[in-house]
């Protein structure tokens, strides 16, 4: 579909990921990125122990994430934002809560603290994400 209005493209989007798991009952999640955002620009997600703090040790237990949109041409943040993990203390099914709740944050690379594969991460490389070791990213705040 091509519109020039980004809104409209995100809400089709939007719509789509909503229905096509009701309407396809064996897909478990559906995951559509529309492409208006300008070349070069990526949202990537972190897993952090506080606002401001270091990286986690724990990707889905972990308290807070940090939200960064880069530009990559200039190779500088344009914007960052903490946002307080949902899911962090739940007993049962934490990664599945936790990586969908990611999903719909819409990230174009999620860092983890190292290589698992648990449910989160599984759910997120499906859906697309780039899942980058915690030493092949730049620190938070750098």
Known sequence: ???????????????????IPRKFPLVVMARIRPH?????????ITPVDKPEGEISEH?????????ETEDTKK???VKRQFVE???ARKERKRGLLVGNWLLSLKPDEIVIPEKHHGTAVVLLEEAGVDILPAGQNPVPGG
């Open 85 to 87: 993990n949902p899911h």
């Open 1 to 19: 579909m091509k519109t020039p209005s980004a809104k409209l493209a995100d809400h089709v989007a939007d719509r789509l990921e909503e229905l």
């Open 36 to 44: 208006f955002a300008p070349d070069g620009i990526i949202r990537r």
């Open 59 to 67: 990707f889905v237990r972990a308290p807070w994430f940090l939200i």
């Open 75 to 77: 190779h500088q943040v």
